[in-house]
């Protein structure tokens, strides 16, 4: 089993729609969470990190964790063609280093 | 500030080559990190280094990589001899995690290919 798991898409959304990326991880000792956003042929960039169970919002962006559920998702409003990219989901175990997911490639439709 | 410079950004070499990719972090960050991504195994941490000492290179796939942290503003990751297996883009990054956040800044990365 990988230590993160995202399913790798193309996921889909008309133009306006909400975005729904999903992530699960395997090591209950993890205790930070990021979310990257990287078009393609540039480098990742850090789109939002959650650190405690619950919803964190800024902008459209919102992301949700659930230690129990091992579980981290990242939801993206009135979703737009410019926000078409590969989103990686990463977790830090407390080394300081990151895992990452092989990530989510989010297609919006105009 | 200028962010994380890696240099070259693109470096087309034949098998058996040495190769040395360089990177200069943010000013003032204490933590640096190596990461190779491909389409098949995506994004991998290969060694990074905490205040210029290496912290963990489990990541390194083998003998023939290898990095160095000489000063807190430049770091080398150097594959000799190099392989087609190793063509990838090598990121780095750099983060600053005494001042209380753990935000990893990536550069633009390197784009190997070995021929």
């Known amino acids: 089993q990988k230590e993160v798991e995202q399913n790798s898409g193309p996921l889909s959304v008309p133009e306006g729609a909400i975005a729904s990326l999903n992530c699960t991880y395997s090591?209950?000792?993890?205790?930070?969470f990021f979310w990257y956003r990287q078009y393609s042929g540039k480098s990742p960039e850090l789109i939002m990190s959650?650190?405690?169970?619950g919803d964190k919002e800024d902008g459209r962006f919102t992301a949700q964790l659930n230690k129990a559920s091992q579980y981290v998702s990242l939801l993206i409003r009135d979703s737009q063609p410019s926000d078409s990219a590969t989103y990686l989901c990463?977790?830090?175990?407390?080394?300081?280093?990151?895992?990452f997911g092989s990530g989510t490639r989010l297609q919006v439709q105009p | 500030d200028a962010g994380v410079i890696q240099s070259p950004r693109h470096e087309v070499t034949e098998m058996g080559q040495e190769v040395t990719l360089r990177c200069k972090p943010i000013?003032?960050?204490?933590?640096l990190f190596w990461y190779r991504q491909t389409m098949m195994r995506g994004l991998e941490l290969l060694i990074y280094?905490?205040?210029?000492?290496?912290?963990?290179d489990s990541g390194m796939p083998e003998d023939r990589f290898s990095a160095k942290m000489p000063n807190a503003s430049f770091s080398t990751l150097k594959i000799q001899p190099s392989e087609p297996r190793d063509s990838a883009v090598y990121f780095c990054?750099?983060?600053?995690?005494?001042?209380?956040?753990?935000?990893?800044?990536f550069g633009p990365g390197t784009r190997l290919t070995v021929l």
């Open positions: 990054a750099s983060s600053f995690i005494a001042g209380g956040t753990d935000t990893q800044y």
């Open positions: 090591d209950r000792v993890s205790q930070s």
């Open positions: 959650i650190y405690s169970n």
């Open positions: 990463a977790v830090d175990t407390g080394r300081r280093a990151l895992t």
């Open positions: 000013s003032g960050h204490d933590y």
């Open positions: 280094f905490n205040n210029n000492v290496p912290i963990d």
